[in-house]
């Protein structure tokens, strides 16, 4: 009887860990989820796994489909998705080619961390600062933590750091770019093109599911979600001086639950804003792209609230 019981035993032992090792507990993106019924979670109880680049994925309740028709669209193109398992819960024009501006900073951010090494000293150099504003205008010659420069160019979204930090991790802005392409490959943004690391006009395009891809990752990427969820940072000069940077993510200031992510604007792309929330363990990110200044902040709250069952 004994035996039986101890062989009963290490088999329900064996059956657990199966269970919990199993390919499916990681979910690419891009990918189609597994289907579920609406209204149910298709995981109960959160737990960690393994993303693209090996890191934890943020344990959090997959959403449930909203009891609510989605809100109406007031801008050129819209994703809501979960961060959690890639599920889309909406989309309006989200794989229509557009400029995305500085949202794409975010795949920027992706690959400066795919180099690693955040505590490597950066030297500014003249050719960073040609780029229009918004720029940091750091002195050339002066040097920076590599980690400090990232968090101040998603937190000010600046566009001469962004070439500072493209240029030394891959040799020259050019070769940078080459990565961003591939890194959006390897994340099936298979609507998008970059031609640069800061989303100043050019030629190239990403959508809203791309770049709501690319925001999954980022925020499954503990690195990256310091660098976001910061109203403010202060960074230390060469000269030893603190500079505040404000976050230009005005919903991160006001709203507890809300956990940033990326603004963006140009002439040809419009406010684009990329927000992500929290609420009892449920997470949503939302792709809001050419809107305007007056009405991107509420477009992205509206969607925030539905898909996280705050309406």
Known sequence: MRKGFLVMAIAAIVLTNACQTQPGAGYAYGNRPSQQTPGQRAIQQPRTSVGINGTSLRQARPLAKPATPAPVPNCAAVCVIDPRTGHVLYQHNAHARRQVASTQKIVTALCVLDAGNLNKMVTIKQQDEAVPPIKLSLKPGTSYRRGDLLRVMLTGSYNDVALTLARDTAGSVDA???RMNARARRMR???????NPNGLPAQQYSTAYDMALA???AYNNPNIRRCINIPEYKFRMADGTLR?????NKLLQRYSWVQGMKTG????????????GSIRGCSAIVVVLGSTNAKVWEESLKYLRWSLGLT
Request: with cysteine; glycine share 4%.
């Open 176 to 178: 940078f770019v080459n």
């Open 189 to 195: 943004m298979y609507n998008t093109h970059f031609a």
């Open 215 to 217: 925001a999954c990752y």
């Open 244 to 248: 505040t940077i404000k976050s230009t």
């Open 265 to 276: 604007y140009t002439n040809a792309a419009g406010k684009c804003l990329i927000s992500c």
